[in-house]
């Protein structure tokens, strides 16, 4: 059973940059595909960036695009979401999840909270003005 755990949030300025970390263990971590989602207060919970079982593809929402960069390394079984020139509308809490797979393509619903059976935690990021 894979577990993750969640760290770094902290309440920051606008135009800080924090570096969240997502540490797993219970399962070769290599074989999942690992998402970073955020939920804001009244908000549905929102896909915010995602990395391939072996970090060969990434993807981002439209809002984090050029501000947010997700990376892995699967021999410490972590991965990392750097997050620059964070907003107040950042202000949410943030959760890393992961699913199983056997391919390194990351499938067309890759970005559905429904497709990872893991979660975290999760772990609360404030951005103030």
């Known amino acids: 059973q894979l577990q993750l755990v969640e760290s770094g949030g902290g309440l920051v300025q606008a135009g800080d940059s924090l570096r969240l970390s997502c540490a797993a263990s219970?399962?070769?971590?290599?074989?999942?595909?690992v998402g970073w989602f955020r939920q804001a207060p009244g908000k549905e919970r929102e896909c915010v960036a995602v990395?391939?079982?072996?970090?060969?593809?990434?993807k981002y929402g439209d809002s984090v695009k050029g501000r947010f960069t997700i990376t892995r390394d699967n021999n410490k079984n972590t991965v990392y979401l750097q997050m620059n020139s964070l907003q107040p509308e950042y202000t949410a809490v943030y959760y890393c999840?992961?699913?199983?797979?056997?391919?390194?393509?990351?499938?067309?619903?890759?970005?559905?909270?429904?497709?990872?059976?893991?979660w975290g935690q999760g772990t609360q990021v404030t951005v103030s003005s």
């Open positions: 999840a992961a699913f199983r797979s056997i391919g390194d393509a990351l499938p067309p619903d890759y970005y559905r909270r429904e497709k990872y059976n893991y």
């Open positions: 219970g399962g070769t971590f290599s074989g999942f595909h």
């Open positions: 990395i391939s079982r072996r970090g060969f593809i990434t």
